[in-house]
């Protein structure tokens, strides 16, 4: 989904972006990938596991690592992508050109789907933010800081995204729902066109809106230092730095609670410490000690899948297929022996089987779809 580390681009018989290739890191983005399906998949929602549930507001549960991890994720790839081509004497221009016009594609994608649910679902609207939009926005800023800017500056840019957010949320006035000048920004900006209107207020609310990007943009220049530390070979850094984000973010709770819809700056930092606690490991355990890639075959068609997975639930409920689907081959004989949450989470892991199926015949046929 990023467009960088060979994730996305034409159908090729390998990857042709010239980059080295780390097996930790197809396979941690592979992983979030499949994570995100089950979370976005269930049989009945109104029947889900507390811990597949995002916060109602406050809070962050393992759900909520989603997200941050995957736009984490988009850092590093863009660090181990862009590094040795600028080393190799390729011009800044002509990559973020490149880099421009993937996050575009990926914007229009994301806009796309978003069309094509609000068509084709009962009682659904059309929405302009959303999970693709985000990436497209967070991967076109980072590839540009990865290309026109120091470390240093980077660092700069993150400590002032967060503060300069924290800022701006308590200038607001409140972190209430609806009430919060992130919402109320982007009832101004999109007006109902927004994943949720209280209908008491006529105010919009996001969780993927413009002005929560910002944070999201500091997720990913964090993902980005670490992509640098993988680089050069200092992975051991990511632990100790993955425990001072943890113990930062921990501590920023007490002032802004971690809230994923707000993306507090708190939260920011939590899910970031978690990420590079999370990459280290990975790479511990499959770069240098050999072990088995798992996910990696999600992580290298990342796109299809995601991408994939949103239109199949958006045409399987509006082809009629859904229900009978999941009564006939789940709950009809679940819900007898284990109940209403087994049979909800069965068909979320079935429905991560049938796309590891799905990216696993393409991975044998060395297809990868690319934007």
């Known amino acids: ?204 609310h996001d969780p993927e809106g413009l002005p929560g990007t910002l944070p999201s943009l500091a997720t990913t220049l964090l993902g980005l230092a670490a992509g640098r530390a993988l680089r050069a070979g200092r992975a051991r850094m990511l632990p100790l730095a993955g425990a001072v984000a943890l113990v930062l973010g921990l501590a920023w709770s007490h002032w802004l609670p971690f809230n994923k819809n707000l993306w507090t700056p708190s939260f920011a930092l939590w899910t970031a410490g978690w990420a590079a606690l999370a990459l280290w490991l990975c790479h511990a355990l499959i770069d240098v000690r050999g072990w088995p890639a798992l996910g990696r075959r999600f992580g290298v068609n990342a796109i299809a899948a995601y991408a994939g997975s949103e239109l199949m639930q958006i045409l399987l409920p509006a082809l009629g297929w859904q229900e009978p689907l999941y009564r006939g081959l789940f709950a009809g004989w679940i819900v007898p022996l284990a109940g209403p949450y087994a049979a909800s989470l069965a068909w979320a892991l079935g429905f991560v089987g049938v796309w590891w199926g799905i990216v696993w015949v393409m991975d044998r046929r060395r297809v990868y779809l690319k934007l």
């Open 1 to 204: 989904m990023t467009g960088m580390h060979g994730t996305v681009g034409t159908r090729s018989t390998g990857h042709s972006d010239g980059a080295p290739r780390l097996r930790s890191v197809d396979a941690l983005r592979g992983l979030t990938v499949a994570a995100m399906l089950l979370v976005n998949d269930p049989g009945d929602w109104s029947h889900v596991y507390a811990p597949l549930e995002h916060a109602a507001w406050h809070g962050c549960t393992p759900t909520d690592l989603v997200f941050p991890f995957f736009l984490f994720i988009v850092g590093v790839s863009i660090a181990l992508a862009f590094g040795p081509r600028l080393e190799q004497g390729a011009a800044p221009a002509a990559l973020l050109r490149t880099a421009l016009w993937r996050a575009l594609r990926i914007v229009a994608l994301g806009l796309a789907i978003n069309l094509l649910a609000a068509w084709l679902l009962p009682g659904a609207h059309l929405r302009l933010p959303g999970v693709l939009q985000r990436i497209g926005l967070c991967f076109a800023a980072a590839a540009a800081f990865a290309l026109y800017t120091s470390p240093r500056a980077q660092w700069a840019a993150i400590v002032a995204l967060l503060l300069g957010y924290a800022g701006l949320l308590v200038a607001g006035g409140s972190l209430e729902p609806f009430a919060n000048l992130v919402s109320r920004s982007d009832s101004a900006l999109f007006g109902h066109y927004v994943y949720l209107t209280d209908p008491a207020t006529g105010r919009g």
